[in-house]
């Protein structure tokens, strides 16, 4: 089975600082997807970012650009120019690739806040 | 609709009573998951619906739940004689296959 950890249960920034949250996985498959998704008050689950495990380019989104390093099965999303709006929990999470690739296996979160 | 709706938005039940809790996905979405959040958590896989078929309920945590989908689109989880142990945050999503949509879920509290 999968795991996913996420270290730092909180986490503040100075507002146009940049900030990185930091995600730990374990799995025996060499295909996957993770993902970064941003949780705010309103509770729904929103897409940052997402990368293939075959992939060596880190993914890139705006402000939101990651660290994949696959052989320590390391995923760190790093935030630029951070917005009092950014101020959310953030999920890290796993996806397999293969005949269960439909489940996403999340990360207990990091609250991350923005202060002006 | 635009997104993934879901009601009610809160839900207060008293221990021991029946619940239902209703998504209606992205429309054209032949894949539909339910997921429990609980307080300081992620959220954790429930089931996983592919248009009416209910292909994976591996993750339903007792036989009090049940989930249906009967015509292919709205969804509903039912949890009978509810516990404390079931106030969490449920999320449905949706997904053509790419990429999911959730919804804004129900909290559920279980006095």
């Known amino acids: 089975a999968q795991t996913v950890t996420q270290s730092q249960p909180e986490m503040s920034v100075q507002e146009a600082e940049t900030v990185t949250l930091s995600c730990t996985y374990d799995?025996?498959?060499?295909?996957?997807?993770l993902f970064w998704y941003k949780q705010p008050p309103s509770r729904q689950m929103i897409l940052v970012i997402r990368?293939?495990?075959?992939?060596?380019q880190n993914a890139t989104e705006n402000r939101f650009s990651v660290n994949f390093q696959k052989a320590a099965k390391s995923f760190s999303l790093k935030i630029s120019d951070s917005q009092l709006g950014d101020t959310a929990m953030y999920f890290c999470a796993f996806m397999n690739s293969g005949g269960s690739n439909y489940k996403l296996t999340f990360g207990k979160g990091t609250l991350l806040t923005v202060n002006p | 609709g635009a997104g993934v709706s879901q009601s009610p938005r809160y839900k207060v039940a008293k221990r021991g009573q029946d619940v239902a809790l209703r998504c209606d996905p992205i429309s054209g979405h032949v894949s539909l998951f339910w997921y429990q959040q609980a307080l300081g958590q992620g959220p954790e896989f429930l089931t996983y619906f592919q248009n009416e078929a209910q292909l994976d309920k591996s993750g339903l945590p007792s036989d009090r739940f049940f989930a249906e989908r009967p015509e292919g689109s709205v969804s509903t989880l039912k949890i009978q004689r509810t516990q404390q142990e079931d106030s969490a945050v449920y999320l449905c999503a949706s997904s053509t296959g790419y990429g999911y949509t959730f919804g804004s879920g129900t909290r559920l509290t279980v006095v």
């Open positions: 990368q293939e495990a075959y992939k060596q």
């Open positions: 799995t025996s498959e060499n295909n996957y997807y």
